[in-house]
Structure formats: C-alpha cells, structure tokens
C-alpha cells in the first residue's frame, strides 16, 4: 500500500484526468511547448478607447453613425407624400446646407449662416474620421507595406502623413477654385473690408468652410483625446489647432469668410508639400527627398509666411475701408466690425504667425542640415515611436 502511494506521488500525471491527461509524455524526449514569443513591436502606441468614441478610429462605426440620417432623409422622402406632404425633410439639414437666401437669383444662389450649421458640421466630424482611418488603414498601410516598412509605429506615421497629404492637396486646389469666382482672387486684401458684411454665401464657399471647420475639430478630438500618438510638438500642435478654430469660428461669426478662405489656402497648399516630403522620407528615397523638401520650404516661406503677412498688414492698415455703417457692433444687422475687432482679428492671426515662425526655424535647420550632410530629417522626431534602431529618430 504505502509502495502504491509513492508511485502515484511520484506520477506526475496522477492528478490530471480524461481531457486533462498532458498530450505529450513527461518523460517523452520531444520538446515541450514554446513559450508565447515575444510581440515583434515594442512600445506600439494603442490607446483604449471608450465605447462612445469608437467611430473615431474604427472606420465601420463611423460609417454606420453616417447611414443614420442618410436612412432617416430617405424614408421620410418615401413617407412624406402619405404622412406631411408639405412638410420639408428635417433631416436635409444634417448632411445638406441650409438657409438659402430667398432672393438670391437662381444662377447664383446664396446661403446665410444658420443653427443647422452647427448638426452639419457634427455630421462631417464623424465623415472625417471615416475618411481618415479609411485612408491610413485600408490604403496607406499597404502603400508602406509595398515599400518595406513593417513597423506598426512607422506604419502609423505613414497613414497619418498619406491622410494630411490627401487632404490638403484636395482643399488646397478647392479653395484655390473657389478664391478663382471671388473678389479677393489672389489676395486682393482691400476686398476682405470693401463692401463688408459679406454674409450671403455663394453655397460652395460655404460647404467649404463648413468642412474645413469640421476637419479641425476632428484633429484636435484626435490630439485631445490621445487616439494619435504624440509628437514632440505636441503642445504646439493642440495650440495650433484651437488657433486655427478660433479664427475659423470667429471669421464665420462676424461675415469674415472672404478673409477666411484666403487663410486657409495659405495652410493648406504648403502642408500638402509637407506630407509629400514626409512620405519620400518614410520609403527613403533619399535624393528626392531633399529636392521635395527644397521646394516645400520655398512653398512654405511664400504662403505661410509671406502671404500671411500682407494679410496681417491688411488688418492693420486696410481695416478701415469697411463701410461707416457696417463699422459697428450690431449683431442683429450681421455687423460686427466695431472699430475694437481690429485687435480680436490681428492678434490670433499674429499667434498663428508665432507658431509658423517656431515650425519655420525647425525647417530651416533641417534644410541648412540637408545642404551640409546632403540628408534631411524631421527636428519633430519621435524617438519612442520604437525605441528599437537609430534609425527610428529619424521618424517623424
């Protein structure tokens, strides 16, 4: 008995039963399991993300929330002529501008600013991170993929500088079209303030704005929120952004969106230049690299910089060429240019030129570095985007 107690103590397997019983023999001389490997990606930056927020960085619950109103404007299409034949669609307003101005001609209508601004501009958020974790997952990661990048952090930057750089050829050359039909065609800064308030909107200029608004705010949700990972400008950035979308909000409010446009062109073309270097230097094609950043930094010095500061003179000196009867707070006329909102106007402008100039001495460095050493890298690099090579201080 005791004899059999041992031996079961000694058996290793004693305790185990039926499905339990180890598949291979302990004292079987092949190998036992493998420990899990060890992740090929350290330090990979994956947020959590709450439920509310998930259509941010997953394209199929963005593009759900977007079929709602779109199923919505079409039911009540199929319904109305049975249930309120002369009653208009509520839901037009979601995805579709609104507030035509009745007397405008039919050849060239306008719209006037609305509350249902505010439910379209929300709509185009959720569009916006559609289209964006759309183009970074589904195209740009293959792109990289085909030019040899693996890692998920490079992959990441290259998703996110192949998004910026669709984006901003395409509302760059839109609102390049849309200065080509106005006035201030090619910075005619006297009509920024000649005729003022321009509330009445031809409704390209208007859906333009009103996307532009809704593309900024997604950003800074995506900074804010910590669903990117942070670059070390990152402060610059969100500062930047709610710049950006307090000039947009406040040009908007007060009949400023001729200026407006001429602001954002001047942004958006020389960011264009600037995900196109980027790329060349994810997929290191070296020579052509620096001659993108070469002509990138020309672009960038002539719109960001110089273009903005005749704008900036135009608020100093041109100013007064607003009529004497729209040189007046009265919000109820559509007039909100008293004689203080030169200041409210010149001095976000100013702190965007601040932080163009900070981003501009970073380009600077690196294109006298480019000159030198013939190899231009981002000053913005993220040593910790893996944490694994030299050669990921490079990256941006």
């Known amino acids: 008995m005791k004899e059999q107690k041992k031996r079961q103590r000694q058996d290793p397997s004693h305790h185990l039963a039926g499905p339990f019983l180890p598949q291979t023999p302990f004292d079987s001389a092949a190998s036992s399991r493998q420990p899990s490997p060890v992740p090929p990606f350290k330090n990979v930056y994956r947020p959590r993300v709450n439920v509310f927020i998930r259509w941010i960085v997953e394209p199929a619950s963005a593009f759900k929330l977007l079929l709602v109103p779109l199923i919505l404007y079409v039911n009540w299409e199929l319904l109305k002529p049975y249930v309120a034949p002369n009653q208009p669609n509520p ?30 501009i929300a709509y185009y958020v959720i569009f916006f991170s559609f289209v964006r974790q759309a183009i970074t997952v589904n195209i740009c990661s293959r792109v990289a993929r085909y030019f040899g990048i693996k890692k998920e952090a490079k992959l990441a930057r290259f998703g996110e500088q192949g998004y910026a750089m669709v984006y901003f050829a395409v509302f760059g050359a839109w609102g390049f079209r849309i200065m080509s039909h106005l006035p201030t065609w090619w910075y005619r800064t006297e009509y920024f303030w000649i005729d003022y308030p321009h509330w009445d909107m031809k409704p390209e200029l208007k859906r333009y704005y009103l996307m532009q ?149 970073l380009i600077l460095r690196i294109l006298v570095r480019a000159v030198i050493t013939a190899e231009a890298t981002d000053e913005r690099s993220d040593d910790e985007d893996d944490g694994d090579d030299a050669d990921d201080a490079k990256e941006d």
């Open 91 to 120: 839901f037009t307003g979601i995805f579709m501008l609104s507030n035509p101005v009745p007397d405008s001609p039919a050849d060239d209508p306008r719209y006037a600013k609305t509350y249902w601004d505010i439910p379209f």
């Open 213 to 361: 608004m809704a593309y900024w705010l997604q950003q800074l949700l995506v900074l804010l929120l910590g669903l990117e990972k942070p670059r070390k400008d990152y402060y610059e950035l969100v500062a930047h952004h709610f710049v950006t979308l307090w000039l947009v909000g406040w040009s908007y409010l007060v009949n400023m969106t001729l200026m407006g446009n001429a602001v954002y062109m001047s942004m958006d073309i020389p960011d264009s230049f600037l995900a196109f270097s980027k790329i060349l230097n994810y997929i290191q094609w070296e020579r052509a690299k620096i001659v993108s950043f070469a002509v990138f930094s020309v672009v960038w010095t002539y719109f960001r910089h110089y273009l903005n500061l005749v704008i900036l003179y135009s608020v100093w000196t041109e100013f007064n060429l607003i009529p004497e009867a729209s040189n007046q707070w009265k919000p109820e006329n559509g007039v909100w240019l008293a004689g203080w909102m030169r200041y409210q106007i010149f001095i976000p402008l100013a702190l965007l030129q601040l932080l163009n100039l900070f981003w501009y001495f």
